[in-house]
């Protein structure tokens, strides 16, 4: 139980183009989506806490405009990264928790984005 | 002073030997504990969660807990090859008007020796 999923796992997008990751959990209801960001060598950074039907709660220092995130059901969240920059490349994560248990996270494969 | 706290290693033990991973954390507050395991490239993986003091066993992996401590650890145990990875020690905090979320240590490289 409690499998979470992401797509696509990877992308190269150029510079200036908008890219769509879907999170899905596939075996439980998530009623909190969560979305990491996490540079070689580093620690996971917390970007935005997202509940169904609801805006996400972003991290200071994070774009709301430039990271746009829809959770529209309980089993799919998504993050836009809109007019991508080489600085922007990353691994993104997501991670689900549900009603059962609320502070654990399990987390998606992670999707690598590289903006050329 | 970080919110949580790791040794960064590299953490490195010989095959069979136990391998010690601990973490402290600031805010005496939380309740939740956590340890993922992160493989190069992949994303973390939960192993273990604790939420009372005192140790909690899942076959080769113990986690233990002192709150008055705030100190957190990870064993384990007949450490193999494939234990090699990058251990994250992660605490839940109740932050007031946002509900709880994970913050995480930087985390252990552990490399088990052949």
């Known amino acids: 139980g409690a499998v979470v999923s992401q797509h696509p796992s990877r992308v190269i997008c150029k510079s200036g183009t908008s890219v769509k990751i879907e999170c899905r959990s596939l075996?439980?209801?998530?009623?909190?989506m969560f979305w990491y960001r996490q540079f070689p060598k580093q620690s996971l950074m917390l970007m935005a806490t997202?509940?169904?039907?609801?805006?996400?709660?972003?991290e200071q220092g994070v774009e709301k405009d430039k990271f746009l995130i829809n959770h529209a059901s309980l089993t799919l969240s998504t993050l836009t990264v809109t007019s991508a920059h080489p600085e922007d490349s990353s691994f993104y994560i997501c991670?689900?928790?549900?009603?059962?248990?609320?502070?654990?996270?399990?987390f998606g494969p992670g999707t690598r984005l590289t903006v050329l | 002073q970080k919110e949580v706290e790791q040794n960064s290693g590299p953490l490195s033990v010989p095959e069979g030997a136990i391998a010690s991973l601990n973490c402290t954390y600031s805010?005496?507050?939380?309740?939740?504990f956590f340890w993922y395991r992160q493989y190069s490239g992949k994303s973390p993986e939960l192993i273990m969660f604790?939420?009372?003091?005192g140790d909690k066993e899942d076959g080769r992996f113990t986690a233990q807990l002192n709150k008055a401590s705030q100190y957190v650890s990870l064993l384990i145990r007949d450490s193999q090859p494939s234990d090699s990875a990058t251990y994250l020690c992660?605490?839940?905090?109740?932050?007031?008007?946002?509900?709880?979320?994970?913050?995480f240590g930087q985390g252990t490289e552990l490399s088990v020796k052949p």
């Open positions: 991670s689900a928790s549900g009603p059962r248990d609320p502070d654990t996270q399990y």
């Open positions: 075996d439980f209801q998530a009623t909190t």
């Open positions: 997202s509940n169904e039907g609801s805006k996400a709660t972003y």
């Open positions: 805010d005496r507050g939380s309740q939740s």
């Open positions: 604790i939420y009372s003091n």
């Open positions: 992660a605490v839940n905090m109740l932050i007031y008007n946002q509900g709880g979320k994970l913050i």
